[in-house]
Antibody
Framework: QLQLQESGPGLVKPSETLSLTCSVSGDSISSGSYYWGWIRQPPGGGLAWIGNVFYSGSISYAPSLRSRVTISVDTSKNQFSLRLTSVTAADTAVYYC????????????WGRGTLVTVSS | QSALTQPRSVSGSPGQSVTISCTGTSSDVGYYDYVSWYQQHPGKAPKLMIYDVTNRPSGVPDRFSGSKSGNSASLTISGLQAEDEADYYCCSYAGNYALVFGGGTQLTVL
């Protein structure tokens, strides 16, 4: 059974870079059947799409974050990652990784999420 | 790419039906039949309830149904149960390999 697990620092200082990893177990990230995505949710707020990556490295980002975000995939570790630069308090959120079936525009499997707080 | 518009809250009594709306534009909801709905209980990850406007994943009760008309989509929950109390989010494909979520709706079962 496929499982996704987010990991990374829970506290990041303003202006620094947020880095998270999503470990995939139960399936190969290189299967070619899925996109792998990041979604975030500020405390008390709604879901916001960050972006997707395909195992080959093809990526798409939310326009509002495009200048600060990088999503990458490491097939050797069966992981994909999120980097968000120049963070502010507005980037404080629970960050989820999720699986999207290729050519289908929905997420069927989600990680449990990890809270990242931006504070000095 | 603006967030889809949902009512902040809806409510209903056990056994009743409720409908949650999701309004987008002719570039997302109105153009593509790729609207999905997610249920989220407090402190939990979202769970897929409806995909491609009307389809239910295996295991989702048939009390949940989806529809679309023009630039708006809807999620209807019939025969409300206490366990349906949660936040619900719509999501649409917006072209160029991008997705957009709604602001979320809090469902209260009275």
């Amino acid at each position: 059974q496929l499982q996704l697990q987010e990991s990374g620092p829970g506290l990041v200082k303003p202006s620094e870079t947020l880095s998270l990893t999503c470990s995939v177990s139960g399936d190969s990230i290189s299967s070619g059947s899925y996109y792998w995505g990041w979604i975030r949710q500020p405390p008390g707020g709604g879901l916001a799409w960050i972006g997707n990556v395909f195992y080959s490295g093809s990526i798409s980002y939310a326009p509002s974050l495009r200048s600060r975000v990088t999503i990458s995939v490491d097939t050797s570790k069966n992981q994909f990652s999120l980097r968000l630069t120049s963070v502010t308090a507005a980037d404080t959120a629970v960050y989820y990784c999720a699986r999207q079936l290729r050519s289908n525009w929905y997420y069927d499997i989600w990680g449990r999420g990890t809270l990242v707080t931006v504070s000095s | 790419q603006s967030a889809l518009t949902q009512p902040r809250s809806v409510s209903g009594s056990p056994g009743q039906s409720v409908t949650i709306s999701c309004t987008g534009t002719s570039s997302d909801v109105g153009y593509y039949d790729y609207v999905s709905w997610y249920q989220q209980h407090p402190g939990k990850a979202p769970k897929l309830m409806i995909y491609d406007v009307t389809n239910r994943p295996s295991g989702v009760p048939d009390r949940f149904s989806g529809s679309k008309s023009g630039n708006s989509a809807s999620l209807t929950i019939s025969g409300l149960q206490a366990e349906d109390e949660a936040d619900y989010y719509c999501c649409s494909y917006a072209g160029n390999y991008a997705l957009v979520f709604g602001g979320g709706t809090q469902l209260t079962v009275l």
